[in-house]
C-alpha cells in the first residue's frame, strides 16, 4: 500500500528547474514533519529539507538558497522547488513522512532527478 506518491521528476540540464510533489492521505499529512532526501549511486541516503506542519523548515547546507520545501495543508502535499540545479544534485529523491506519532518513518518510492552538465 502506496502511502506516499511522488512525482516531478526528470531531466534537466545544469541551471534548471525541477519541482518534486509528494501527495499523501489527510491523516498522515495532518500530523507529519515532511521531508525529502536523496540518494546518489554508491552513496548513504542523505537529508536534503524537511518542513514541519506550520511551516517551520530545514535544509541542508547543500541545497541551500536553490531549494525550496513547501507544503499546501489543503491538498496533503510537500512540494521541493529546485533552482540552478547541479551535477551533483544527480540522485533519486524520497519522500519522508516521519514524528513522534509514527513508529517508523514512512518513504515513497522515489524519483529519479538527472543533472546532465
Known amino acids: 500500500q502506496v502511502q506516499l506518491v511522488e512525482s516531478g521528476g526528470g531531466l534537466v540540464q545544469a541551471g534548471g528547474s525541477l519541482r518534486l510533489s509528494c501527495a499523501t492521505s489527510?491523516?498522515?499529512?495532518?500530523?507529519?514533519?515532511m521531508g525529502w532526501y536523496r540518494q546518489a549511486p554508491g552513496k548513504q541516503r542523505e537529508l536534503v529539507a524537511t518542513?514541519?506542519?506550520?511551516?517551520?523548515?530545514n535544509y541542508a547546507d547543500s541545497v541551500k538558497g536553490r531549494f525550496t520545501i513547501s507544503r499546501d495543508n489543503a491538498k496533503n502535499t510537500v512540494y521541493l522547488q529546485m533552482n540552478s540545479l547541479k551535477s551533483e544534485d544527480t540522485a533519486v529523491y524520497y519522500c519522508?513522512?516521519?514524528?513522534?506519532?509514527?513508529?517508523?518513518?514512512?518513504w515513497g518510492q522515489g524519483t529519479q532527478v538527472t543533472v546532465s552538465s
Open positions: 518542513i514541519m506542519y506550520f511551516g517551520s523548515t
Open positions: 489527510r491523516s498522515i499529512f495532518s500530523i507529519a514533519t
Open positions: 519522508n513522512a516521519h514524528g513522534d506519532r509514527f513508529p517508523v518513518p514512512l
